[in-house]
T-cell receptor, first 109, second 114 residues
Framework: DAKTTQPNSMESNEEEPVHLPCNHS???????IHWYRQLPSQGPEYVIH???SNVNNRMASLAIAEDRKSSTLILHRATLRDAAVYYC??????????FGKGTRLSVIA | DVKVTQSSRYLVKRTGEKVFLECVQD?????MFWYRQDPGLGLRLIYF???????EKGDIPEGYSVSREKKERFSLILESASTNQTSMYLC?????????????FGSGTRLTVV
C-alpha cells in the first residue's frame, strides 16, 4: 500500500475555501486517489476520486499533481457541516481500502 | 438514497457473550466489509466478503467470525466477547472492486463489552 502523509489537523473559517493536502510519493501507476470524510459519530463518506486529471463534483474538487505524488482536496466554501476527519487513500482495488489517520478539519463560525 | 444499515447504534454486552452485529445493504453490492475503529488506531479491517458464502480475513480477524448467507446481509460475530473488543464497528459495501468505485459505509455500531 502506498504511504500517505496528511496534516494531523487544519482549521478554516466558515465560508472560506479550504485546501487539504496529501502526499503519496510511493503511489503506483494503477492507484486512484480517493478521498473520504468522517463526520463526528458517523461512518466514513466517499467524497471524490481521480487518477490523473483534476476532478469536480458537488461536494469538492480534487487537484492532482502532474507527477501524482501529491493531491489536494478543495472545499470551495467551508461550512460548519464540513467539520470532519478527511482521509486521502491511494486505491487500486486489488485489496480493500486502507485508512490512515487523516486530517481533522475544524471550521470556525 | 442507497444505504448500508447497521442494526444497532449502541450495544452493551457482557464478557463471554456471543455477539452478533448485523449489516444490510440495499444496493445489490457484491462486496462487503467489516472494520473497527479505535482512538489512535484508526480504521482496521476485520473481515470482508466478495460474494455470498465467501469470506476473507482482514488485518485483525482474531476473536471474530462472519456470515454471509444472503447477498444483502453480512454479519460479524464475536464468539466470546472480551473487553478489548469494545470499539466502534463499521460495515461497508461496494459494487465493484475496481479502483473507480467508492465504498458506502453504515453509521456504525458502538459496542461496549463490560
Amino acid at each position: 500500500d502506498a504511504k500517505t502523509t496528511q496534516p494531523n489537523s487544519m482549521e478554516s473559517n466558515e465560508e472560506e475555501p479550504v485546501h487539504l493536502p496529501c502526499n503519496h510519493s510511493t503511489i503506483s501507476g494503477t492507484d486512484y486517489i480517493h478521498w473520504y470524510r468522517q463526520l463526528p459519530s458517523q461512518g466514513p463518506e466517499y467524497v471524490i476520486h481521480g487518477l490523473t486529471s483534476n476532478v469536480n463534483n458537488r461536494m469538492a474538487s480534487l487537484a492532482i499533481a502532474e507527477d501524482r505524488k501529491s493531491s489536494t482536496l478543495i472545499l470551495h466554501r467551508a461550512t460548519l457541516r464540513d467539520a470532519a476527519v478527511y482521509y486521502c487513500i491511494p486505491y487500486s482495488g486489488n485489496t480493500p481500502l486502507v485508512f490512515g489517520k487523516g486530517t481533522r478539519l475544524s471550521v470556525i463560525a | 438514497d442507497v444505504k448500508v444499515t447497521q442494526s444497532s447504534r449502541y450495544l452493551v454486552k457482557r464478557t463471554g457473550e456471543k455477539v452478533f452485529l448485523e449489516c444490510v445493504q440495499d444496493m445489490d453490492h457484491e462486496n462487503m466489509f467489516w472494520y473497527r475503529q479505535d482512538p489512535g488506531l484508526g480504521l482496521r479491517l476485520i473481515y470482508f466478503s466478495y460474494d455470498v458464502k465467501m469470506k476473507e480475513k482482514g488485518d485483525i480477524p482474531e476473536g471474530y467470525s462472519v456470515s454471509r448467507e444472503k447477498k444483502e446481509r453480512f454479519s460479524l460475530i464475536l464468539e466470546s466477547a472480551s473487553t478489548n473488543q469494545t470499539s466502534m464497528y463499521l460495515c461497508a459495501s461496494t459494487s465493484s472492486l475496481g479502483p473507480n468505485y467508492g465504498y458506502t459505509f453504515g453509521s456504525g455500531t458502538r459496542l461496549t463489552v463490560v
